[in-house]
């Protein structure tokens, strides 16, 4: 990689890991928006006007929709949850990067595709270091939006595996093709979202979270859904069309360390040693799994606007 473009993948890690602390701060504690609502309204952002202007993926709509389902919908209505319930940006962030180890275990159960043994060693050391996170999280880490976090990640990786299967994988470093299929694929969330919002929250709790929505929401969701998504994912899908994905993808990594020291600068989240610890293992663990992949299998399509999905190949940004 050029100089040039080792700089744009790092300015573009650094947007996806302060996204979490501005989803934080956006979200506005338990009187703020309420997170379902704030998902739809985010990805509504994201689909008006693009839809208008970016053409429909060369992929039958069912495939699109499964996409958007989980890649999308399931994964960040999970984790907007999660970081309601108190789950910290920084450690949202890290415990998020456990779709690589489940997507190489989803993908050897569904698509057959045996993991190499160094994929196998990083695996269980991710696991290994996700364990030590969970016993070591501090007090503001409650268990429960812990494994929220962990359902977000699954989620992901359901996204990566259908990805990979549909054949747009491969097709993602294409010009404009990922853009495309983020746009698209975006079309499924905003509806649902709001029907649950009405369900989980009331009709009262969503009137109230739409007279929460202040400038601060507003500038999240501009962050979020326009620098984050579309920005980012637009310069990271550049970087793939001009080197090797193994060059690139690494990257993403800085996304957890930036959310982390964020986190820990503007909003006081200071993390714990047993966290920090099984950051530092599981990350590593993600790094020995990604490079266990080397060039067999395509990288899976990431879908900002958090970390690109960083496992087949290795990828949101994922």
Do not use: K
Request: glycine share 12%; charged share 10%.
């Amino acid at each position: 990689m050029s100089r040039r473009d080792c700089l744009l993948a790092a300015l573009v890690a650094s947007i996806w890991g302060f996204n979490f602390v501005v989803i934080d701060w956006g979200m506005g504690g338990p009187d703020g928006v309420a997170p379902l609502l704030f998902v739809a309204i985010r990805f509504a952002v994201v689909v008006f006007p693009a839809v208008l202007l970016v053409p429909r993926p060369a992929l039958p709509w069912r495939t699109v929709a499964a996409i958007g389902v989980f890649m999308s919908m399931g994964q960040f209505g999970l984790l907007y949850l999660a970081m309601a319930a108190g789950m910290p940006p920084g450690i949202a962030a890290l415990v998020l990067q456990a779709q690589v180890i489940l997507t190489v275990a989803l993908a050897a159960l569904t698509l057959r595709e045996r993991p190499r043994p160094l994929q196998l060693a990083g695996v269980l050391l991710g696991c290994a270091g996700l364990a030590v996170v969970a016993l070591g999280r501090g007090g503001d880490v409650p268990l429960g939006a812990l494994l929220v976090c962990l359902l977000a990640a699954f989620s992901w990786a359901i996204g990566n595996v259908l990805s990979r299967a549909s054949g747009a994988a491969a097709d993602s470093t294409r010009s404009g093709a990922g853009l495309s299929l983020t746009v698209w694929s975006a079309t499924v969330v905003p509806i649902p979202l709001v029907l649950l919002a009405l369900i989980v929250d009331g009709p009262a709790g969503v009137a109230h979270s739409v007279g929460a929505f202040g400038w601060e929401a507003g500038v999240s969701t501009l962050y979020t859904a326009g620098l984050a998504s579309l920005v980012g994912y637009g310069v990271f899908n550049g970087l793939l069309a001009r080197n090797p994905s193994a060059s690139v993808v690494p990257w993403v990594l800085l996304a957890p360390v930036v959310a982390m020291c964020s986190a820990w600068l503007l909003l006081g989240d200071v993390p714990t040693a047993g966290e920090a610890a099984g950051g530092v293992v599981m990350v590593s663990g993600v790094l020995i799994a990604m490079r266990g992949a080397g060039r067999r299998l395509a990288p899976p399509l990431p879908t900002p606007p958090v970390l690109p999905a960083a496992v087949s190949v290795p990828t949101a940004a994922r």
